[in-house]
């Protein structure tokens, strides 16, 4: 498991890629990043919205274990940690001399409550599944923790070291959502709602050389055409993530910026209602696979950057099976299907996008116009962001939607019938199960194959692309990660070449 996430280059690279690592990086300055979304909180344990972790990961919050830029498991706040030959008990040996940002101190008693705060019934965790596979938690001393699970995992390593599993202060984690404090590099300064988030530097955090920035500000800027004209007017440093393809490479011939393009796990998908009628047919369901266009799609939503996916996988993590070719584009088949399904005339349905992603508006678009082809017409519906969360992810009150799925490994959700698209199949449980405890390489890639075709044959939802990772920025900005191996916009070890 040591090397889980290997990110590959997938994408055209605009520019010669950074030399920054061969340079000695140089402390100060401060650094404006836009980014499209604003999180509805900024605590990761408590919500599954990624904009959460692209703000707060390894800035502000460190888990014991981190994601490094090229996708490996690295030290976090334990130095190391060893796995029982059952490969059921993780003994993780804790940093020493760490504190969080309010003076608490970090030790194996911290930690000890933070787990046992995800595995609690009443668990405010958006991913109780991550953690309820503990079953005893001991602390041998105040920097040993030790886990024993009740079975093999094969991916407890991974859900350690996402957002998920930060650790929070025993106190002051009660307004965690509103005034954050962990153990990162920069300290929670200012939220000004509808605007920015502030951090600045920690100066008593663990590791003395980070980080190099004294300040870093997150601004929030919905439209990508104002992106880019906030960083051509110097009103911002960075866009970290352009939902907009087709504006990079104007961007890129500027010789103030460059333009990278990497890698990331975000799969966009057409989520789909499984209990919603008629999608709760698994005919109808499939008839609209063979209705879109993968292509098509990829090249008029994303300039053609992004990888089509034909199962909940990102191509560039490990057991990625292949099944982009389950459903290829076959508007008779799909008309067949949907005759056979009851429906010879086609439906009406409508679709839930949320206004936040700019992708989501256009892909729904695109897709509302094929489906059309084959008699499906859909109604878009365009709701603010809080809106999506309520209604779509916590009430499940929806039929289509269109939305990307950033965390990695994240294909356990399928084996989650009340996870919003409330997909029931105990044949996908069982695979999964056989999954997590696999006991070699093999059988990992074995049965995490067969999750990915069980989904993908079941049609669960609309499998659409990957998303690129493409950043835009100020050439003297250094060492800003070009793939996007796990949810994060990891300020820590970036600076300015002055």
């Excluded at 605007?195 to 590791?207: A, G, I, L, Q």
């Excluded at 990508?224 to 393809?245: E, F, H, N, R, T």
């Excluded at 996008?353 to 508006?361: D, Q």
């Amino acid at each position: 498991m040591k090397k889980l996430l290997i990110i590959l280059l997938a994408f055209a690279v605009f520019l010669p890629s950074q030399l920054a690592l061969a340079e000695t990086p140089q402390k100060g300055g401060n650094l404006i990043v836009g980014v499209g979304d604003e999180p509805p909180g900024l605590d990761p344990t408590a919500s599954a919205s990624a904009a959460i972790d692209r703000v707060v990961y390894s800035n502000i919050m460190e888990g014991l274990i981190k994601v490094d830029r090229s996708g490996q498991f690295v030290p976090g706040l334990a130095t190391k940690w060893d796995v029982s030959p059952d490969g059921k008990v993780y003994t993780f040996h804790l940093r020493q001399g760490v504190s969080f940002h309010n003076g608490e101190a970090f030790n194996a008693a911290v930690a000890k409550w933070n787990l046992e705060r995800a595995v609690a019934q009443d668990t405010k965790n958006a991913h109780p599944e991550f953690f309820r596979v503990i079953e005893k938690i001991e602390t041998p001393d105040d920097y040993t923790l030790k886990l024993t699970l009740k079975d093999v995992d094969a991916l407890f390593i991974v859900h350690m070291a996402e957002g998920d599993a930060v650790m929070l202060p025993m106190k002051g984690y009660e307004n965690m959502a509103a005034e954050p404090i962990g153990t990162g590099p920069f300290k929670f300064a200012k939220w000004t709602r509808g605007d920015s988030v502030e951090m600045v530097r920690y100066d008593k955090h663990w590791n003395p050389k980070l980080p190099y920035l004294d300040k870093v500000t997150y601004r929030f800027i919905k439209d990508p055409s104002a992106q880019v004209a906030a960083l051509k007017a110097g009103d911002i440093d960075i866009i970290g993530w352009l939902l907009a393809p087709e504006l990079a490479p104007a961007i890129a011939k500027d010789k103030r910026f460059k333009v990278l393009a990497g890698a990331s796990t975000s799969e966009v998908i057409m989520s789909t209602n499984n209990k919603a009628k008629p999608f709760d047919n698994k005919l109808v369901r499939q008839a609209i696979a063979y209705a879109i266009d993968r292509d098509a799609v990829s090249e008029l939503v994303i300039s053609g950057y992004g990888t089509k996916i034909g199962s909940h996988w990102p191509p560039v993590t490990p057991y990625y099976k292949d099944m982009t070719g389950r459903f290829s584009y076959n508007p008779e088949k799909a008309k067949k299907l949907l005759a056979e399904a009851g429906y010879p005339k086609g439906f009406e349905a409508s679709i839930k996008l949320p206004v936040i992603y700019p992708y989501a508006g256009r892909a729904g678009e695109v897709i509302a116009d094929m489906l059309g082809q084959v008699g499906i017409k859909l109604n878009i519906e365009i709701v603010e962001w809080g809106v999506w969360l309520d209604r779509v992810f916590k009430q499940k009150d929806f039929q289509l939607s269109m939305i990307g799925h950033a965390e990695a490994w994240d294909i356990g959700i399928y084996a989650n019938p009340n996870y919003y698209f409330q997909y029931d199949s105990q044949e996908f449980r069982d695979a999964y199960a056989k999954a997590l405890k696999a006991p070699n390489e093999a059988e990992k890639a074995k049965w995490f194959g067969r999750c990915q075709e069980i989904v993908a044959e079941d049609a669960v939802n609309g499998f659409l692309f990957l998303s690129p990772a493409l950043s835009a920025m100020k050439v003297e900005l250094m060492d800003w990660w070009e793939n996007y191996p796990t949810i994060a916009m990891d300020c820590s070890k970036v600076w300015w070449k002055k």
